[in-house]
């Protein structure tokens, strides 16, 4: 059974750097597509970026400046790294498995 465990911290400061881990069981992670999705309060679904089997990245045009997504295939985990937040980058935070496996969500929020 596939699972996807994310955890990170859920209070960032402005201009701070969020980091956020997602660990897959029961896959592993160089053998899928592994993405990073965000929904802002009262708002859709956004993807950030994601990670393809080969290592190969893409990011999301207007926050693709910002983020940087890794793996540790060793550890059977991806990152997200999101620079210099504001509040505007306040969302719930998903990892997801090709969009069929799903993390239970990170609730961020982004305040001094």
């Known amino acids: 059974q596939v699972q996807l465990q994310g955890s990170g911290p859920v209070l960032v400061k402005p201009s701070q750097t969020l980091s956020l881990t997602c660990t897959v069981s029961g896959a592993t992670v160089a053998t899928a597509t592994h993405f990073w999705i965000r929904q802002p309060p009262g708002k859709g679904l956004e993807c950030i970026g994601f990670?393809?089997?080969?290592?190969?990245?893409n990011y999301s045009p207007s926050l693709k400046s910002r983020t940087s997504i890794s793996r540790d295939t060793s550890r059977n985990q991806f990152t997200l790294q999101l620079n210099s937040v504001t509040p505007e980058d306040t969302a719930v935070y998903y990892c997801t498995r090709t969009f069929s496996y799903w993390g239970q969500g990170t609730q961020v929020t982004v305040s001094s």
């Open positions: 990670i393809t089997d080969s290592g190969s990245t």
